[in-house]
């Protein structure tokens, strides 16, 4: 009953019942430090995320690498490298059927 009580005196005060802007702690990445950090990855996308750290801790934002990280798997990156794959040697590519590299 509270809850409704309390809703009322919102709706009627401020004619909605949403809650406040800005309720709530502030984002630690910023539309800029995020565009740093995709500056960054794009750059050197071996880049450490404690190494990322150290960069922004270098430009005044202080942040947790664990922070970086979940803002970057939010991004759709993920945290492993591209596999390694060897060159092609000329015994490759006679068993391919391809021409021989001179």
């Given amino acids: ?3 409704i009580y309390n809703n009322l005196k919102k709706l009627d005060k ?7 802007k800005g309720a709530g702690r ?5 539309p800029k430090v995020a565009r740093y950090i995709g500056q960054k990855i794009r ?8 190494s990322m750290k150290t ?6 934002v202080q942040v947790s690498h664990t922070t970086i990280a979940a803002h970057l798997i939010a991004l759709g990156y993920n945290k492993k490298l ?3 794959t060897p060159m092609l040697t000329e015994a490759h590519a006679g068993v391919m059927g391809e021409k021989t590299f001179t």
């Fill in 55 to 60: 960069k922004l801790a270098r430009k005044g």
């Fill in 43 to 50: 750059h050197d996308s071996t880049i450490s995320l404690r």
């Fill in 82 to 84: 591209p596999k390694a």
């Fill in 1 to 3: 009953m509270r809850t």
């Fill in 14 to 20: 401020f004619g909605s019942v949403d809650r406040k």
């Fill in 26 to 30: 502030p984002k630690k990445i910023t």
